[in-house]
């Protein structure tokens, strides 16, 4: 059995508990929280739910420590920490920073015997695997992600840290126009602001100020700076009405030539359509914290990404089934 715990108990986290339950070999050991324990109640019959105070006396305890933090603040510090004292994956999806994430993480890791992944989950994760092997089997060609339409959890967790908002969340949109180009394939040349627009759903704390709201959230560097950004203040009544669900989705698509002169011309794409993003990118975390753990087990340890991992590793069959069932 893979023995796994989760830090934090938020919409990640909940969606991590449900793909333990859908795995056989994955058994939830922990729940780790900074809020009152005896406030948080899991889903898991028998799962301790334990004050992150106390998460080093489980360290012997757990194959995999499953973080479940928000990429703002919360990753960049728990990741490195933790790995000091576990096995570790997150979701980091601050793309700029990743290199710099990568690093702090790959450093604590190898010091302490440990093996660590970061920026798991669709995207970072799939998309960037659908990246990687559409460059390397169209060389000559283009890439183009379009993200939506959809609730991105990092960026709506960049809204709700802004000062003066009580909630919020951001919907990503693809510009129909530039999708439809690639499509065809015009291979346009896109920038940030051409491929996607931001739409944001603000509840603003009473007496809140609303125009420094909005242009803390416009000007935000690496989140809406890049973007045409709408924000929209709305009432409570009216966000929990029609902003409750986590739908997202995309499109990655590589468009290329081959032959002696060029003359054919290919468009690899691949999609996504998620009722759910937390619970979805829960679902690549678990199938990855498996594949770290073999590693580990192997004497693998420092910092890997979805392009350090083998697929086979993330699968519960053997190497025998695989090769009958799917291959």
Not at 72 to 86: G, I, N, R, S, W
Not at 190 to 212: I, M, S, Y
Not at 257 to 265: C, F, I, L, R, S
Request: glycine fraction near 8%; aromatic fraction near 8%.
């Amino acid at each position: 059995m893979l023995k796994l715990g989760i830090m934090g108990y938020g919409n990640l986290a909940k969606g991590v508990e449900c793909a333990i339950k859908q795995n056989p070999d994955c058994e939830l050991k922990a729940v780790f929280t900074r809020r009152d324990p005896e406030q948080v109640k899991v889903r898991t019959e028998g799962v301790p739910v334990v004050s992150v105070d106390n998460i080093c006396d489980y360290k012997d305890e757990i194959d995999v420590l499953v973080i479940c933090g928000g990429s703002a603040t919360d990753l960049p510090k728990q990741t490195p920490e933790l790995a000091k004292y576990f096995n570790v994956i997150d979701s980091f999806d601050t793309h700029a920073t990743i290199p710099e994430h990568f690093a702090k993480v790959d450093a604590v890791a190898k010091e302490n015997g440990h093996i660590a992944m970061i920026s798991c989950g669709w995207d970072p994760g799939m998309f960037s695997l659908m990246r990687l092997y559409g460059n390397c089997v169209l060389p000559e060609g283009k890439d183009y992600t379009f993200w939506g339409k959809g609730v991105s959890q990092g960026h709506s967790d960049a809204i709700r840290r802004v000062e003066g908002v009580k909630n919020g969340k951001q919907y990503t949109i693809p510009v129909p126009e530039a999708l439809e180009a690639v499509r065809n394939g015009e291979d346009p040349e896109l920038t940030t602001r051409q491929k996607h627009t931001r739409e944001c759903f603000v509840v603003a704390k009473e007496g809140a100020d609303l125009k420094k709201i909005e242009n803390d959230i416009k000007t935000m560097p690496n989140y809406f700076a890049d973007y045409d950004t709408t924000v929209h203040f709305i009432s409570e009544e009216e966000f929990n009405a029609n902003h409750a669900g986590i739908p997202h989705g995309g499109f990655v698509l590589r468009s290329g030539v081959t032959g002696w002169d060029k003359e054919n011309k290919h468009i690899i794409e691949y999609s996504l359509k998620l009722d759910s993003n937390p619970e979805f990118t829960s679902s690549v975390l678990v199938a990855y914290a498996r594949a770290i753990n073999r590693l580990h087990n192997e004497g693998v340890n420092g910092c890997k990404t979805v392009f350090d991992i083998a697929p086979a590793y993330l699968s519960p069959l053997s190497d025998e089934e695989l090769r009958a069932h799917l291959l």
